[in-house]
């Protein structure tokens, strides 16, 4: 999901609170797990966005889902977001604050995308090369995608290293398809 302009700024908001507070990191597992819920129960998702359903249900079904697990700061965080009748942007949010949130820490998330998957010992090869060359904390996320054959994608930030067996192939076709013999009469 896209973040909009709404979403950035409340996520601003609750981090500049969290970091005053001192619960950054409490924080942040809250708003994990409010991501992870309303992206894994699609009708969670729908009901925030329904006008149809009243504020208070809304607020009600929020404190039941979320109650005791997360902290007073997101609570209170979102039932002021129910009561400005924004909780439509309530995943939006999450997102907008986990990236903030990476942004401060300067935590970089590098995907690797590979026909098969990675073991033990490459993932953190893969993690020294990217730490080496970004001077910062790396995350990195697997993808998996059969299409490659072989050999690895791997993008950080806007840079993306193509190093997959298809790309390979799609070179050698582009190249086989243009005729570099000019014939001279």
């Keep these: ?18 970091l005053e507070k001192g619960q950054l990191e409490d924080v942040r597992n809250d708003m994990l797990l409010v991501n992870n819920t309303i992206r894994e129960n699609h009708e969670l998702g729908v009901l925030l966005r329904s006008p149809v359903i009243k504020t208070d249900k809304k607020q009600a079904i929020l404190k039941a889902i979320f109650g005791e697990k997360v902290t007073v700061i997101s609570a209170e965080f979102m039932d002021i977001i129910t009561r ?47 730490r080496g060359s970004t001077k910062s904390e790396v995350v990195l996320e697997e993808k998996i995608d059969a299409t490659l054959i072989g050999g690895f994608v791997l993008r950080v930030g806007d840079q993306q290293v193509d190093a997959s067996i298809i790309r390979q192939i799609r070179n050698l076709e582009r190249s086989f398809s243009e005729n570099p013999y000019v014939k001279e009469f």
């Design 1 to 18: 999901m896209r973040e909009s302009r709404v979403s950035y700024r409340y996520a601003k908001s609750l981090l500049d609170l969290a």
């Design 84 to 130: 400005k009748r924004r909780e439509g942007e309530l995943e939006g949010v999450s997102n907008a604050f986990l990236s903030q949130y990476k942004k401060h820490k300067n935590i970089l998330t590098a995907v690797i995308t590979t026909s098969q998957g990675l073991d033990a010992s490459l993932r953190q090869q893969v993690l020294d090369i990217v």
